[in-house]
C-alpha cells in the first residue's frame, strides 16, 4: 500500500506558482523581496481554489473505500463545496451538499456554478446554520444516501480532516523548495485564511512550526485554537511526521459581524491587493486573510524584511454573488 501522502488523484494543478507582489510590498513598507503570493487560485479544479490540493486525498480515500457519492457541505459561497462537486464530475461520482441557509431567489457566485455543476443540493430550512448544524447535516444526508443503497463518503466542512490535510503537508514542500529559490533562504511567515482550520494544520504540520503560519479567522467556526493544533498533531502523525513545534498564531479581529460579513477593512485590502498587484481577492476568505496581513505589518509582527507568503486560496467567484454587487466600488 503507498503511504499516505502519495496516495492521491491528480485533480490539481501543481505546483501553483509563488509570484513576487513587490508593488503591495511597498505600499505595506517592505522591502524588496519579502513579500510573495503563492497562487493556490490557480490549480484549475472548477474554477480554482486550495480545496483542489485537499480532494487530491479525499478522493482517493473515496475511491480505494468504494463509494459512489461524495456528501459534504458548507456556507452558501463555499470554495469547498463547488470544488467537491466539480471533482465529483471528473471522477464519475454523484455528489450531495449541505447549504448553510436557505435557497436564495437568485443564485449567484458559488452557489449559481454548484448548480451548473449538477450537485443535489439540501438547502437549510430553518435559516441561517451554524458550524455544528452543518456538520450534522452532512452526517444525515450521509445516511440519506446510505438508506437508498448507494455508498456515501462523508467530508466535514473544508475537508478538513486528517486525510484532506496531507494536501497542505505536501504543499508545505512544494513551498520549500519554491522558497529556496525566491528567498535563498526558508518563509518566515505564512498568511492563510482560517474557515475550517484544515489548511492551516496541514501547513504547521508540514512546515513543522505553528509560529511559521498566521491564520486568519473568517469566523466559520469558534474553536480554531483547539482544533488546529488537535487536527495539525493528528495529519503529521498519518505522515509519519513529528508534530509541528511553536506557538499557534491566529488573528481572531478581522471577522467582524461574522462569516461572510464584509468588512471595510477587508473592502480596503481587497482593493490595495487588486490596484497594486492585479491580485482578485474575495469578501468572504482571502479579503480578510489580507487585512490581516496589513494588520500584522502594521503591528510589526510582520517586519519590513520578513520573509512572507500570502496563501492565495481562491473564491474569486463570491465577488460575483448578490450580497456583494456593488461592495468592491468606490462608493
Known amino acids: 500500500m503507498l503511504p499516505p501522502l502519495d496516495r492521491r488523484l491528480p485533480l490539481a494543478i501543481l505546483p501553483t506558482p509563488l509570484e513576487a507582489a ?15 503570493v ?78 451548473l455543476l449538477g450537485a443535489e443540493i439540501v438547502w437549510g430550512q430553518e435559516g441561517p446554520m451554524d458550524y455544528e448544524a452543518v456538520e450534522a447535516a452532512i452526517v444525515g444526508a450521509a445516511e440519506r444516501v446510505a438508506d437508498e443503497g448507494r455508498r456515501p463518503y462523508p467530508m466535514p466542512i473544508g475537508g478538513a480532516s486528517r486525510v484532506g490535510a496531507l494536501g497542505y503537508v505536501r504543499a508545505a514542500a512544494e513551498l520549500r523548495e519554491q522558497a529556496g529559490a525566491a528567498f535563498g533562504g526558508p518563509v518566515e511567515m505564512v498568511v492563510v485564511a482560517d474557515g475550517s482550520g484544515g489548511t492551516h494544520a496541514g501547513l504547521a504540520a508540514g512546515l513543522g512550526d505553528f509560529g511559521a503560519v498566521l491564520g486568519v479567522d473568517v469566523g466559520a467556526r469558534t474553536d480554531l485554537d483547539t482544533s488546529v493544533p488537535a487536527k495539525a498533531a493528528e495529519v503529521a502523525a498519518h505522515a509519519g511526521l513529528d508534530g509541528p513545534t511553536g506557538e499557534l498564531r491566529v488573528d481572531r479581529a478581522r471577522v467582524g459581524r461574522g462569516y461572510g460579513d464584509a468588512t471595510a477593512e477587508c473592502r480596503e485590502a481587497v482593493l490595495l491587493a487588486a490596484r497594486t498587484e492585479g491580485l482578485i481577492l474575495d469578501p468572504v476568505y482571502t479579503g480578510k486573510a489580507m487585512a490581516g496581513l496589513v494588520a500584522a505589518r502594521h503591528d510589526g509582527v510582520i517586519g519590513p524584511a520578513t520573509r512572507t507568503v500570502f496563501l492565495h486560496t481562491g473564491g474569486t467567484p463570491a465577488l460575483f454573488a448578490a450580497e456583494y454587487a456593488s461592495w468592491a466600488g468606490d462608493g
Open 22 to 36: 513587490d508593488r503591495l510590498g511597498a505600499a505595506l513598507g517592505m522591502e524588496p523581496g519579502a513579500l510573495w
Open 38 to 115: 503563492k497562487r493556490d487560485d490557480v490549480t484549475g479544479l472548477g474554477g480554482g481554489g486550495n480545496k483542489a490540493r485537499k480532494l487530491e486525498y479525499l478522493c482517493a480515500d473515496a475511491v480505494d473505500q468504494g463509494a459512489g457519492v461524495l456528501v459534504t457541505g458548507g456556507g452558501p459561497q463555499s470554495n469547498h463545496v463547488r470544488m467537491t462537486a466539480a471533482a465529483a464530475n471528473r471522477l464519475g461520482l454523484a455528489c450531495t451538499v449541505v447549504i448553510a441557509a436557505p435557497r436564495p431567489p437568485v443564485l449567484t457566485g458559488n452557489l449559481l456554478l454548484l448548480e
